[in-house]
C-alpha cells in the first residue's frame, strides 16, 4: 500500500531562516509522482510542484527548493529566507498508479513563520 | 480562466440530516476527484469521477455517494450525517485521469459541520 509520511507536525522559524520539510514515502510502483501542495487558512491546497518518479533531478523555483531522492524514498522541500506570507500547512502527496487521479497525501506540516 | 468553484462554501447540519455539495471544474476539465479533510484522519479520497463514470472509490460507507454530470459538474451526496462527517470536502479538477501527469487543481472547498 501507499503511503506518505510527514514526520514533522508542526514547525515555526522567524522570518528569514531557512526550513526544510521532510516527506517520506512508500510505494511499490516503479512509476509515480510526487507532489507538494500549501494550504491557506483559507482552506485552499496550491499546486507548488509535480515530480516524477524517473527525474531525480533537484528542483529550485525562486526561495522554494526541492530535493527528490529514490534511494531514501525522500522528497524534502526547503523554503529559503522564509517569509511570514510562507505560513501554511504544507502536504505532500503520491500518485496512485493505474491512471487514477486518486492522491495519497501526508498529515501535513504545520509551518509558522515569525516576523 | 475560472478555477474550481464549490458550493455551498459552509453548511451546518444536524445528525440524521443529508447534505448535497457541489462541484463545478475548471473548464475542459473532465476528471473530478472529491476529498474529506478531518484533524484526525487528514486528506483521505473519496471518489474519482470522469466521463459521468465513477473510476475510484475510496474507503468510506455507502453514506457517501456522488455522480458527475454530462457538463462535468459533480456531487457528493451524505446520507444519515454522523457527528464524524463534519470536515472540509474538497474537490479536485484535471483534465482527464492521468496518474499524476496532469495538475489536479483543487476548489476552496465546502466546510461542514454536522450538530
Known amino acids: 500500500a501507499q503511503k506518505v509520511t510527514q514526520a514533522q507536525t508542526e514547525i515555526s522559524v522567524v522570518e528569514k531562516e531557512d526550513v526544510t520539510l521532510d516527506c517520506v514515502y512508500e510505494?511499490?510502483?516503479?512509476?509515480?509522482?510526487l507532489f507538494w501542495y500549501k494550504q491557506p487558512p483559507s482552506g485552499e491546497l496550491v499546486f507548488l510542484i509535480r515530480?516524477?518518479?524517473?527525474?531525480?533531478q533537484n528542483e529550485i523555483s525562486g526561495r522554494y527548493s526541492w530535493n527528490f531522492q529514490k534511494s531514501t524514498s525522500s522528497f524534502n522541500f526547503t523554503i529559503t529566507a522564509s517569509q511570514v506570507v510562507d505560513s501554511a500547512v504544507y502536504f505532500c502527496a503520491l500518485s496512485e498508479q493505474g491512471g487514477s487521479e486518486k492522491l495519497v497525501f501526508g498529515k501535513g506540516t504545520k509551518l509558522t513563520v515569525n516576523p | 480562466k475560472a478555477g474550481v468553484t464549490q458550493t455551498p462554501r459552509y453548511l451546518i447540519k444536524t445528525r440524521g440530516q443529508q447534505v448535497t455539495l457541489s462541484c463545478s471544474p475548471i473548464s475542459g476539465h473532465r476528471s473530478v476527484s472529491w476529498y474529506q479533510q478531518t484533524p484526525g484522519q487528514g486528506l483521505q479520497f473519496l471518489f474519482e469521477y470522469f466521463s459521468e463514470t465513477q473510476r475510484n472509490k475510496g474507503n468510506f460507507p455507502g453514506r457517501f455517494s456522488g455522480r458527475q454530470f454530462s457538463n462535468s459538474r459533480s456531487e457528493m451526496n451524505v446520507s444519515t450525517l454522523e457527528l464524524g462527517d463534519s470536515a472540509l470536502y474538497l474537490c479536485?479538477?484535471?483534465?482527464?485521469?492521468?496518474?499524476?501527469?496532469?495538475?489536479?487543481?483543487f476548489g476552496p472547498g465546502t466546510r461542514l459541520t454536522v450538530l
Open positions: 510505494t511499490r510502483d516503479t512509476t509515480y509522482y
Open positions: 515530480r516524477n518518479s524517473f527525474d531525480e
Open positions: 479536485a479538477s484535471s483534465l482527464a485521469p492521468s496518474g499524476g501527469r496532469n495538475e489536479q487543481f
